[in-house]
């Protein structure tokens, strides 16, 4: 009888979840065990009850373009018409003109700087994501339904989830990591055990040494309105231009505000819900009597800084030094912005290769 491959996951985010679904679909006698530092599935990307609030709320708005081929696939979307306004806060104007929003739409899809964007990221938005092409055309941003869409239906691929399990240190032979401490206790590895670090930019290179990147902030505010609350033209979703969040989402009594590469405004938290929802009573043409039950989130290190410094940095490939490591994650696709598609392309990456190097090296 064959031994079973035992393939050790590094974090449970998109990526980590999508390696073990990846496995378990060429391999399903493959034992397939995730190591999560956190209590929870999905990385930054989840739903949670929030209590203050008195419902769920996602940890962070995503949205996912129709040019996102594997996230749509995988969340079973149904794609919302691209209709896409833009409000210019300045000029009090609406336009669904996106072409000259681009640096605007460029700045949420990379978390950076648009003029610091490169190039080659820009040919990949361009080619691979943008909704150009009539069937890619569609938008979904999630209803506060990470979770259940798209994390969850996931926890069946593992055999085994470590929760709070936080590796530590990685031992190696020289060639072959052989050993991995947790705060859990030693994993001992076998000869051709897989590791697949399936870790955030900050972690991978605090377990293997390697160079830092820098990281750009993404805050969201939540609302929860009592009434259902319309935008102009009737639409869930608006670009705000030149105010203070960069997108307002609207649905099932949340309304959600997005400000990317929060760093670069100049924000004063304390009062930020109220100015956001001052501004956002210009924009409805109404004066609001109080202010609805929010709920402010600020994620320091969103995503990696995408410019062309720290795109550099990202890897080549999804060898990792070590003939039995492998990596995924979003910030190790190179000229990718660090997106869901990203994070699940990289799971595919990894674990192809993993098993192309196995039927090479074992
Ligand atoms: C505020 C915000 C808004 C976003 N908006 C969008 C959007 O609109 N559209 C979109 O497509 N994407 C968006 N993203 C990006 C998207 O969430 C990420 O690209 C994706 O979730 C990355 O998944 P990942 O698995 O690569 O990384 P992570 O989700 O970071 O997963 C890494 C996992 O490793 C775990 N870990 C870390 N250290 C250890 C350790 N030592 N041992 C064990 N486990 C460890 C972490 O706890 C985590 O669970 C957004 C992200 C944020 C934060």
Not at 216 to 229: D, G, R
């Amino acid at each position: 009888m064959q031994n079973k491959k035992t393939y050790h996951i590094l974090g449970a985010g998109v990526a980590g979840l999508m390696c073990a679904r990846f496995i378990k679909k060429k391999d399903k006698e493959a034992n397939v065990v995730l190591y999560e530092a956190s209590n929870h599935l999905g990385g930054r990307c989840f739903s949670y009850e929030d209590e203050e609030l008195g419902c769920r709320v996602d940890n962070a708005t995503h949205v996912i373009l129709g040019g996102n081929r594997c996230a749509c696939a995988l969340v079973g979307l149904k794609k919302l018409p691209y209709k896409t306004y833009f409000w210019n806060v300045k000029k009090d104007t609406l336009s669904r003109r996106a072409y000259n929003y681009r640096k605007h739409i460029l700045k949420s899809m990379c978390n950076t700087k648009p003029e610091d964007v490169p190039q080659s990221l820009i040919k990949t938005i361009f080619w691979r994501l943008f909704p150009w092409s009539k069937k890619s055309l569609g938008v979904y941003f999630s209803k506060q339904d990470l979770s259940q869409r798209l994390i969850n239906p996931q926890q069946i691929y593992p055999d085994e989830i470590h929760y709070n399990c936080k590796i530590l240190q990685i031992e190696s032979d020289g060639v072959r990591i052989c050993r991995l401490y947790s705060n859990q206790g030693i994993i001992e590895l076998k000869r051709d055990d897989i590791v697949i670090s399936a870790l955030d930019a900050a972690a991978y290179s605090r377990l293997f040494g390697t160079d830092k990147f820098d990281f750009n902030s993404i805050i969201n505010v939540y609302f929860k309105t009592s009434q259902t609350i319309h935008l102009p033209r009737n639409v869930s979703y608006m670009g705000i231009v030149d105010g203070i969040a960069d997108w307002v989402f609207v649905n099932d009594g949340i309304v959600s505000f997005s400000i990317s590469d929060a760093e670069s405004k100049d924000i004063n938290l304390k009062t930020l819900p109220q100015d956001l929802w001052k501004q956002f009573d210009t924009l409805r043409g109404v004066n609001s009597a109080f202010l609805p039950p929010h709920r402010l989130l600020v994620h320091k290190m969103a995503t990696i800084r995408q410019d062309a410094f720290n795109n550099a940095k990202r890897p080549e490939s999804a060898f990792g030094g070590y003939l039995n490591l492998f990596l995924a994650g979003d910030w190790t696709m190179k000229n990718w912005p660090c997106c869901l598609e990203a994070a699940i392309l990289s799971a595919r990456r990894a674990v192809n290769t993993a098993l192309k190097a196995q039927e090479k090296n074992f």
